[in-house]
């Protein structure tokens, strides 16, 4: 079936593009109009015209992300949450700025606002330049809960602030006055009507139906009470009156000389503040869309294009902006994979910049403080409601601690105090992991080599001797503690035979910081004192230098051995033991003979050996060759060969080393299938070789012996199975 996408034509591909622009920048200008209220209130209510300029001119810039993304649909608009901390710092410049002028609050304020956005232009940059955009999603989710909890209190204040000029927090006997109320009811009804039809209607006219809806029924509730536009205007229900004329005002470098620099320099909080919260609001951004489209953001190259945008927007005086979720959803619903949206939504904010004041003053401003109060009622619930069934206890206690924080004492110390309230928090639930993977003995894990049936028999009954313990994860003090006390107790065991030998393998473990080198000290006085070794495998080259000033120090008697892997350390073990028991084994030398005699019977020691090929090989030279064709095997009658296996990158892995009496290669002999690994020999070795053809021809001469033969090769594999299976049983149990 064809692509229907494929077949439109361009016009009616364009159709549904200029559509979800137009959507796209009624919601982007009345978001921002509403946003840049809030900022220029109070004491700075006189530039509120120039303020809302400044983000229609933002709403222009940020059409570079149209054009940059790596994906086509990318919307930007002027962003919500740096605004919150850009009011607060504008009210604190107006609180210093007490007598100044309105040109020096106006370009003291502005300064701030653009240098704010350059800022935080220069720090997105750098950071997908660095490739670190990624780092930043390690900050903990309930850091991040607790800052947007925080954001949608100041949202809800703010909305109140554009409503009616109070809030209930400052200015009490205000908020509640007669007349004051009559201005905040409708806000708030029209912020319920927005929590219960937009999750019921899911459209994307939904939104911007409503608000058109509010300012209608605005309209003829003021000319059902009998009054007029002018008297709205005038008594404070719309956002005007505004000077005559265009909304922007550009910032002025001729008029730097007005900027009051030490009330700017004691924002220095406020803009590190920005900068932070904006680089966790536009990663948070990103992810929403990613799931909502099912598409991936190169998020470095996402962090460059949006540091350039509002690099440029800093330098002309605007505010922050980048990826939006809402409106980039929105574009891709209506017209799909396409930069037209965005760019046309661009162009309207630009209209607006022209079309002037005459429009916008009109703006109910309950419509704006409900639109306000809805999103701010949206943060607090979803984490703070939602949340406590959400969210394990520790992490609801973090995002209460930090909305506590920010709303008593600022964002930078909410924030501060929630990254240290997450790491504090980690450290105790990673401390819980058991940094401990598996516990064995030798008896359930034994090295890759084949030894005696005697040598064999000794191990079992001394395995219990080594212990052995696989690691994993990062070392600190809480893991590194519990390890030492796991051996401590196996030590002081004496129901259980002596520990000789304590085995640890690093290969899983992430890193050790210095707390875990204090303990190993430990571990070695323990080890001094109780009498065992410790044998230390897998180590990287990190790793070996930490311990290398105590645990790994070259002097007499030193109790601690390093290995390359595990199984060439519990190889070290197994020959320890052997040779501390070396009196409970026999020690006479056996004949190959001797050794057939045993398995077959004296009387089929002579047939057998007849079907055989005695060969010598030297030590280095290769017995068998991997990828060669199989179609023989050996048996080892004395000296020492090695199972390696080449992998992909040129290594060499030893998968077992095997000793006289051992039979190699009977796999290959019975599925006739290519060699999976080499044997080379150890030292000089004497080895008898079986042919297919020998084998065959057993069968036929002699079936009896063939048939013991056969059991032979099922007891040889049947042991290794179940050798593998007890380990197996130690590493998952």
């Known amino acids: 079936m064809p692509n ?5 034509t361009p016009l009616n591909r364009a159709v549904p593009a200029v559509v979800a622009g137009v959507i796209n ?36 810039v940020v059409v570079v992300l149209s ?29 210093e700025m007490t007598g100044a002028t309105p040109e020096q609050l106006f370009m003291t304020v502005a300064a701030g606002i653009a240098l704010s956005t350059l800022l935080v232009g220069v720090f997105f940059f750098l950071l997908g330049q660095f490739n670190l955009a990624t780092f930043v999603r390690f900050i903990p989710f309930p850091v991040v809960g607790g800052f947007l909890a925080g954001v949608g209190w100041l949202l809800v204040l703010g909305s109140f602030s554009v409503i009616c000029s109070a809030n209930p927090i400052d200015n009490p006997v205000v908020f509640f006055a007669g007349s004051t109320v009559l201005k905040w009811i409708p806000a708030v009804a029209f912020c319920v009507a927005l929590m219960v039809v937009l999750p019921r209607i899911r459209h994307y006219l939904t939104l911007p139906g409503l ?20 008297e709205a205007l005038e008594n404070g229900w719309m956002l005007g009156p ?16 007005e900027i009051q620099w030490q009330a700017l320099a004691a924002q220095w909080p406020s803009i590190a503040t920005i900068m932070i919260v904006s680089t966790m609001d536009i990663l948070l951004n990103a992810s929403g869309i990613e799931l909502a489209l099912r598409k991936d953001y190169e998020l470095n190259h996402e962090m460059r294009a949006a540091g350039i945008t509002n690099i440029l927007s800093g330098l002309i005086g605007g505010q922050c902006g980048w990826h939006s979720t809402t409106t980039t959803v929105l574009a891709h619903t209506i017209a799909g994979q396409t930069r037209v949206a965005g760019i046309v939504c661009g162009a309207l904010s630009a209209l607006m910049l022209g079309v002037g004041a005459s429009v916008v003053e009109l703006l109910p401003r309950c419509v704006l403080g409900g639109l306000l109060l809805f999103v701010g009622v949206g943060f607090i619930k979803e984490w703070v409601f939602d949340g406590f069934s959400r969210l394990s206890r520790g992490d609801y206690f973090i995002v209460l601690m930090c909305l506590a924080v920010i709303v008593g004492f600022g964002f930078l110390q909410g924030i501060v105090l929630g990254l240290a309230a997450g790491v504090v928090l980690f450290v105790v639930n990673y401390s819980k992991i058991d940094v401990i993977k598996h516990t064995m003995s030798r008896a359930a894990y034994r090295s890759n080599v084949d030894r005696s049936e005697r040598h064999t028999q000794l191990l079992q009954e001394h395995g219990s001797e080594v212990f052995i313990l696989k690691l994993q994860g990062f070392l600190f003090f809480g893991t590194a503690n519990s390890l030492m006390g796991t051996i401590a107790a196996r030590a002081s065991d004496r129901e259980a035979r002596k520990l000789r030998i304590v085995v640890l393998d690093f290969q899983l473990v992430t890193g050790i910081d210095s707390s875990a080198v204090m303990s190993f000290t430990k571990l070695k006085q323990l080890a001094e004192t109780e009498g065992f070794l ?77 079907f055989l090929e005695k060969n010598s090989l030297h030590a280095g030279e290769a017995l068998i060759r991997q990828y060669a064709v199989a179609d023989d095997m050996y048996f080892l009658g004395s000296g020492r060969s090695t199972v390696e296996l080449e992998l992909p990158d040129g290594s060499l892995l030893r998968l077992r080393t095997m000793q006289e009496g051992t039979a190699i290669g009977e796999i290959g002999l019975y599925l006739g299938q290519p060699r999976t690994a080499s044997v ?29 033969f056969h059991r032979f090769i099922i007891r040889l594999l049947a042991q290794r199975l179940a050798d593998s299976n007890k380990t197996l049983r130690a590493l998952l149990g």
């Open 4 to 8: 229907q996408a494929a077949t439109l």
């Open 25 to 60: 920048a009624v919601l982007t200008v009345i978001v921002a109009i509403a946003f840049a209220s809030m900022l220029w209130s109070g004491e700075l209510a006189q530039f509120a015209s120039s303020g809302i300029g400044v983000v229609m001119f933002t709403g222009v």
């Open 67 to 95: 054009f940059t993304s790596s994906i086509p649909c990318t919307s930007g608009v002027p962003q919500d949450t740096p605004t919150v901390i850009m009011a607060l710092m504008a009210a604190s410049i107006a609180k």
């Open 211 to 230: 608000i058109i809806g509010a300012c209608i029924l605005f309209y003829l509730g003021v000319t059902l009470f009998g009054s007029t536009l002018g």
């Open 242 to 257: 505004f000077p005559k004329g265009g909304l922007w005002r550009p910032f002025r470098y001729k008029a730097m000389g």
């Open 534 to 610: 410790i044998v230390l495998t897998s180590l990287t080259t990190g790793l070996r230098k930490q311990l290398s000033k105590d645990l790994l120090a070259e002097e007499e008697g030193n109790t601690a051995l390093t290995f390359p892997d595990l199984d060439h350390g519990v190889e070290h073990s197994e020959e320890m033991i052997l040779q501390e028991h070396r009196k409970d084994v026999r020690d006479e030398i056996e004949s190959f003979e001797k050794r057939l005699a045993r398995e077959f019977g004296d009387s089929n020691v002579t047939p057998l050996m007849s």
């Open 680 to 708: 080379i020999a150890e030292s000089e070795c004497e080895v008898y070789r079986l042919t297919k053809e020998s084998l065959e021809r057993m069968e036929r001469e002699h079936p009896e012996l063939a048939t013991d």
